[in-house]
């Protein structure tokens, strides 16, 4: 017994160049078509970075007002000045002055979140500020320090973050309060440190 083709258009390789045929017409391999103008996406790119500048406006908060970073809102209630913090004869002294800055921390979220002095960044005249985690011991009460410091939900955690920078930046009328809702930084916020 004779053993009988199959039609050509039942062969599997038929049908999976039928489908590239067909893939490649859908996807407008035609390159006579006109490019699309270009007047739309830059009319639409620059009302993106408007409205980025406005969040970023906004985003800017003042001593006394909260600041509402994601899940977290940060108020800042004070700040101060001193050449050198704790007791007599263990004082640790700053290399230019210390600014201390009070700070509340609202956790909105649903589960505890972990706080750390390493959110905190000042900025001034372009330089950045890192917080000095031993002269935070020595103003905050037993507890009050960010030092890896968990907040449940619905709770505010206050203390203050010690910044050790040059005189004339810890009387500067353009310094910056730069804060974070977690250690990667992922959502930021700033908080304007002049009344």
Known sequence: MEKQKKPFYKRWWVWVLAVIIIGAIASGGGE?????????KKEAEAKKE????????????K???????????????GTSTAKSVGPEGLAHNAQGTFL???????????E?????SSFFKLKADGAE???????DTFVNDVGGSFFLKKINPGNEGKGKIVFDVPA???TSKDVVLNVQTGFFGTEQGQIQLTK
């Open 50 to 61: 408007e409205s980025k500048k406005e969040e970023k406006k906004e985003s800017v908060a």
């Open 129 to 135: 500020y890192e917080a000095d985690v031993t002269a």
């Open 32 to 40: 006579d078509s006109e490019p699309a103008s270009t007047e739309p």
């Open 63 to 77: 001593i006394g007002q909260p600041l509402k970073v994601g899940d977290v809102t940060f108020t800042v209630y």
């Open 168 to 170: 004339d930046v810890a």
């Open 100 to 110: 201390i800055v009070e700070v509340g921390v609202k956790n909105g979220a649903k």
């Open 112 to 116: 505890a979140l972990t706080i750390d």
